[in-house]
């Protein structure tokens, strides 16, 4: 009787198959996939994001010397924004994620001006461009009150019957409101994959080592690329199926915007999936150069820590300093959270978030680079 050929792809699925059930049957796993992101998306959600702070984009032609700029600079609750590109500013304002943009330059001509203080219009030498957005009614509002308090403050330093210390010029643009929760998910989804792949894929190869499992395989016609695509392929349905209940929970509870509905879904994770192929890349390396269990999770989270704080996942890069930022450039996790913001809210397609892609696919050329050299199978 004819003996059939061994099928790896069979061996393969078996092993995919038997590591997804270790892994529902982990608490740890459920933890970090799925309770840690939920709860932090109801927590955070709930409460808003932020204590009382107004966020304010300065445009590239503000003249940061004039004395209301530097009056604004100095409000403890005004945060000036200095870095952001013109058209990055446009894109803030437009879905409501800063309270408004301020352009100030000197006045061609002595016209009238606005003036908080009551009587007729005066000259000024000085206009404020303010454009504001209805997608942050309330910001944008709390930031026109504090603006008429500092100019009255000015007005009243200087002599009240001189001119008014600056003509005002107020714009407001259509936009979509930008929902903290809008930035959260992508951020909790990310947190998610980064755990799965890192301290997941780390212990199950290093287990896997120390018991002798691999080398038991190895007395079989099993090819060694099928236990590592079994237990990926394990993970990686795993951590979908995570994903989609995250996504969901977010959007029809907490109002996450799914831009294009389930064409965002689908983009979401095929990002999610490139993201927790990168991810476990880490959890190949350090799997082959930990001695023992107990080393994992300190060599885990010199890696996690840094991306879980610095890649905008709870709150955005650009209220870090700029040394900070220039950290977060470089970590992986911050390009993964930003293609996903972009896919779910400003409804980017896939071939729009190439720039995050390439920067991926860089890490990921990287990364198994070392973990081909560090991984060991005994």
Known sequence: MEQKPYSNIKATLA??????????????????????????ITVFANIGGGGPSVDVAVSKTCDTNNVVYMALKKAAVIHLITNQTTEQMNTSLSRGDIAAVIDIKKSADGSAAYSPMPGPPQMSSTVLNVQYSNASAQTGGLFKSILNNVLYQINTMMNPKAATVAQVHETTITGRKYKYIDFLLPGMLGFSLLSSGVFG???????????????????TPVKKYSIVLGEMLARIVFSLLGAVFIIMVGHYIFGFTLIHGVVTVLNMLVLCTIGLIIFMGFGFVI????????SIPPISNI??????????????TSNFPLWLQGI????????????MREVAFEGAGLGDVTHQLLILAAWFVGIYAVAVRTFKWE
Do not use: C, D, H, W
Not at 15 to 40: N, T, Y
Not at 208 to 217: D, G
Not at 303 to 316: D, R, Y
């Open 201 to 219: 894929t780390a212990f199950v190869f290093l287990s896997l080592r120390l018991t002798l499992v691999i080398k038991r395989f190895f007395a």
């Open 287 to 294: 799997s082959g150069i930990a001695k023992n269990e107990s």
């Open 15 to 40: 092993i995919a198959k038997a590591s997804f059930r270790s892994i529902i049957r982990s608490p740890s796993a459920v933890v970090f996939s799925l309770a840690f992101p939920l709860i932090f």
């Open 328 to 339: 977060s450039k470089v970590l992986p996790l911050t390009y993964l959270n930003t293609a």
């Open 303 to 316: 890696i996690t820590m840094p991306q879980f704080l610095l890649s905008g996942t709870f709150f955005s």
